[in-house]
């Protein structure tokens, strides 16, 4: 049963505001989704999320490419990863909306689109398909270990973050 009052003056005021305060809060959090972070790796190092498995297969330095030079202080970091789709239906793969890379300062380095020179995961995956793919970033010199994060449902909360090194050889 609810019971309303009628408050009158300052506290009622008060309970107005703080009211408003929450319901904001409630609404501003159902427009922006609650991050969550899914770590749950198979016995084979592979990560599930949402209705794809990650595999994370090789981190290397690529070189310059004819008419696609790396800028200076920079260095071609390349990412090969295993998609596989365990839906029913196939799937629509974005890099652009479902990878990024954050560098140890925090700051956000998003996937290179324009590389011919390499496999992109970008397209539909038929349902139970795998597509192995090459991720590019541009990452300083001086770097050799990230975080690439991977969103499998780029309207709904919930990622997975792998931590990735690239080991001088």
């Known amino acids: 049963m609810i019971r309303l009052q009628r408050m ?32 749950e790796t198979n016995d084979d190092g592979r990560i599930e999320a949402g209705t794809f498995i990650l595999e994370v297969v090789d981190v290397y330095e690529g070189s310059d490419q004819l008419f696609d030079e790396t800028p200076d202080g920079q260095r071609r970091l390349l990412i090969d990863v295993l ?5 029913e239906t196939a799937r629509s793969i974005s890099a652009l909306l479902m990878f990024e890379l954050e560098r140890p300062d925090g700051t956000k380095v998003g996937v290179e689109l324009f590389d011919p020179n390499y496999v992109s ?10 597509r192995q793919a090459t991720l590019v970033f541009f990452v300083p010199e001086t770097e050799n270990a990230w975080s ?22």
């Open 83 to 87: 998609l596989e789709n365990t839906s």
């Open 8 to 39: 009158n003056g300052k506290n009622g005021v008060i309970f107005m505001v703080a009211k408003l305060k929450v319901l904001s809060l409630l609404l501003l959090l159902l427009l922006v989704g609650c991050e969550g972070i899914i770590n």
């Open 121 to 130: 995961p970008d397209g539909s995956l038929a349902a139970g398909a795998i």
């Open 148 to 169: 690439l994060w991977f969103s499998p449902d780029t309207f709904s909360p919930g990622r997975v973050q792998v931590t990735i090194r690239l080991d001088e050889k």
